[in-house]
């Protein structure tokens, strides 16, 4: 196994370890539920890792899995160097990089209490990662399907293809789906204090290589938002008008 494989592995090992680490330990604690999350969206990755010792785990995992990113991009440009142009290189690496850099970002200002989180750079950070790995994911792709042709033995590149459609298939479904149902019913523009949801719905529907169902996770609980706001709007509007009635009812008009 080569040094970029390696340092690939570790990514791998330390990003989706963590987040099943963290889920069990917080259905453990008590401070994540204990369901389905993939079918319901009773719960996301964020939420999971912000209370307790899955915090610490969590901030820690991530992070450490940030690194090696970090170091993999490297790794890539120097495996592709001998076919590949520097520009190319330079675009690849940069937009790993940042997607790296933003997803550290944003996990580090996670605090237990959401009043002290800053959520301005947890979002940004999450954009920054979801767009950012699927340019560099993309770039890399081509460079190394050129490298293929030019004779570079390529590992399980069928594989790579694979995912690399499937990558883009879920980028285009869910960003379209997403985009079309809020434009349709028009609610971001409604609702000032969910475009937050909004926008990390649609980052997340912007796919990264390890959450595959985060923008189902924030598609569901955006829609579980605009339920409650649904209910506590009826809910102002009947008592109004119970109160208009009653007071009709004890002062008719002469």
């Given at each position: ?211 595959g169902t985060g923008s189902r996770f924030a598609w569901l609980r955006m829609n579980r938002v605009k339920r409650l706001e649904s209910q506590a709007l009826n809910a102002t509007q009947k008592s109004a008008c119970n109160t208009l009635s009653h007071t009709i009812t004890r002062h008719p008009a002469a």
């Open positions: 196994m080569s040094f970029g494989q390696v340092i690939a592995l570790l990514t791998f090992v330390f990003s989706m370890g963590t987040i099943a680490v963290t889920y069990y330990v917080g259905t453990t604690q008590g401070t994540a539920v204990l369901c389905n999350p993939f079918l319901d969206g009773c719960t996301d990755i964020t939420h999971t890792g912000m209370k307790g010792d899955a915090g610490f785990i969590f901030r820690g995992g991530m992070i450490m899995a940030c690194a090696f990113m970090l170091v993999w991009w490297q790794a890539m440009r120097v495996w592709l160097a001998p076919y590949s142009n520097n520009i190319a290189l330079g675009f690849m690496q940069f937009f790993g990089v940042l997607a790296a850099l933003g997803l550290m970002a944003g996990t580090a200002v996670l605090l237990p209490e959401k009043s002290d989180t800053h959520w301005g750079v947890h979002v940004r950070g999450a954009n920054l990662f979801f767009q950012g790995m699927l340019v560099a994911l993309t770039i890399s792709f081509v460079l190394t399907w050129r490298a293929h042709k030019a004779g570079l033995k390529v590992p399980s590149l069928r594989i790579k293809t694979t995912l690399m459609a499937i990558l883009w298939f879920m980028f285009i479904a869910f960003a379209g789906v997403t985009v079309g149902v809020e434009l349709s019913h028009g609610y971001l523009d409604r609702q000032p204090s969910a475009r937050p949801y909004g926008r990390r719905c649609l980052s997340a529907s912007i796919f990264c290589r390890h959450c």
